[in-house]
């Protein structure tokens, strides 16, 4: 809808809900159907932004979001940066001149990607970052440079052997399928089943899933992020609020 009113958002396109039940009653499996028009969309999205997922000169990165009926907010998965590996992070700090921008993106994506995908939980992750940072005696994140996060990052992926006897996914589509896979069954989780029963929203109605390229606010001084309404979400009023 915002793209149709001309408005300069980041092209993506959406999976409907119709998928979502699909998968639901058929073994939780993905139609090939929807992946070969998934690639296609893809293709489109490269052509627009000029970038190739998992391309080693410009790649291009995507986000993974839910969309249900009605916004469900903090009850779905969501997942960022996805199409970075071991090859995509060294051309994403080759383009934008920034290591650290890199690093940090690419040791963020494993470890919501674990987290969401493959169930290792979030503050095994946490643990090694707290650590790493009490070693080198600094308290915020910030404060880590481009070689801590690439430490980090092979700790992250040793991690990762370790709870799932299997390499983190390097292959971008792959990582595409489990992302999709992974909103679909956040429809079931227990947070938004509690937070449907108590919103009377039907379980029946399903999510969709919102493929986009990403966009960064941490990239650099000129670069910023928020959430902005065409309407004040407090009392209606018809103005820009964010």
Known sequence: LMAKLGLPVPPGFTISTKVCDYFYKNNKKIP???????????KIIESITKKKFGGLNNPLLISVRSGSRVSMPGMMDTILNLGLNDK???ALKNKTLNGRFAKDSY???I??????????ENYHFEELIENYKLTKGVLLDTELDEEDWDDLI???????KEKTKKEFPQNVKDQLIGAVCAVFLSWESNRAKIY???NQISSDWGTAVNVQSMVFGNMGNDCATGVVF???PSDGTKNIYG
């Open 32 to 42: 090939k159907k929807v992946l070969s028009q998934a690639n296609k969309e893809i």
């Open 88 to 90: 995509t992070v060294v």
């Open 107 to 109: 040791r963020r994506f």
């Open 111 to 120: 470890q919501m990607y674990s987290n969401v995908v493959l169930n290792v």
């Open 154 to 160: 092979k700790d992250f992926k040793s991690l990762v």
């Open 196 to 198: 449907r029963k108590l």
């Open 230 to 232: 065409t309407r004040n």
